[in-house]
C-alpha cells in the first residue's frame, strides 16, 4: 500500500490549492479516503472524507463550504480542492485510507 500526497505550498490568504493523493498497491475503488491535516505539536485533525464511490462525502466544520473532497477511481487519486485559504489552515496534510494507512504528508503553508 502506498499513498503519495502532492500539491502543497505556500499560498496567500484568500487562495487556492488543490492536493492529490496517489494511491498504489490496492483496490483503491474499494475504500473510504480521507484527508487529515496536522499542525505542529497538535494532534491530527479529520478535514474531509469520501465513500468508495464518491457518492458521501463529510467534511469537518472548518472545512465546509470552502473545501472539496473528490476522487477518480479510474486515476487511484483522491483529492482536496482547497479555496479561500486562511492562515489557520497552515498544516501538514495526509492522506489516509481508512483503515490506518497514511500518506508522508504534504506541507501547505498560507501566508502573505
Known amino acids: 500500500v502506498q499513498l503519495v500526497e502532492s500539491g502543497g505550498g505556500l499560498v496567500q490568504p484568500g487562495g487556492s490549492l488543490r492536493l492529490s493523493c496517489a494511491a498504489s498497491?490496492?483496490?483503491?475503488?474499494?475504500?473510504?479516503m480521507r484527508w487529515y491535516r496536522q499542525v505542529s505539536g497538535k494532534e491530527r485533525e479529520l478535514v474531509a472524507g469520501?465513500?468508495?464511490?464518491?457518492?458521501?462525502?463529510y467534511y469537518a466544520d472548518s472545512a465546509k463550504g470552502r473545501f472539496t473532497i473528490s476522487r477518480d477511481n479510474a486515476k487511484n487519486t483522491v483529492y482536496l480542492q482547497m479555496n479561500s485559504l486562511r492562515s489557520e489552515d497552515t498544516a501538514v496534510y495526509y492522506c489516509?485510507?481508512?483503515?490506518?494507512?497514511w500518506g508522508q504528508g504534504t506541507q501547505v503553508t498560507v501566508s502573505s
Open positions: 498497491g490496492f483496490t483503491f475503488s474499494s475504500y473510504y
Open positions: 469520501i465513500s468508495s464511490t464518491g457518492g458521501s462525502t
Open positions: 489516509n485510507r481508512v483503515d490506518g494507512f
